[in-house]
């Protein structure tokens, strides 16, 4: 089993970056792919972001554009997501999740189903 706990959203004005952490504990992340998704109200969820902890491959939304990238601490068993440039339809609960992944390819998982854990979420606001 692997519990996610994410943190680092909060209220911020357009322009300003935040960092999202997704820790985990149960089981380290040295075999999983890390997901970042994101709910805003009404909508569905929606695919991010995502990192394979072994290889550090990523894979990224068409909407990011540049704008986020991953770092990861394998001490803390911890996966950061920094977001720059924050614009208001940024506005969302962002979730991180986690998949066991195969170690001999290099797949980045990007479908919400491929995902068997998830974090409760953490709100990220942004204002105009």
């Known amino acids: 089993q692997v519990q996610l706990v994410e943190s680092g959203g909060g209220l911020v004005q357009a322009g300003a970056s935040l960092r999202l952490s997704c820790a985990a504990s149960g089981r380290t992340f040295s075999s999983y792919a890390v997901g970042w998704f994101r709910q805003a109200p009404g909508k569905d969820r929606e695919f991010v972001a995502a990192?394979?902890?072994?290889?550090?491959?990523?894979a990224y939304a068409d909407f990011v554009k540049g704008r986020f990238t991953f770092s990861r601490d394998g001490a803390k068993n911890t996966v950061y997501l920094q977001i720059n440039s924050l614009k208001p339809e940024d506005t969302a609960v962002y979730y991180c999740a986690a998949k066991a992944v195969n170690l001999y390819d290099d797949y980045v998982p990007r479908r919400r189903d491929e995902y068997g854990y998830w974090g409760q979420g953490t709100q990220v606001t942004v204002s105009s």
């Open positions: 990192i394979r902890w072994n290889g550090g491959r990523t």
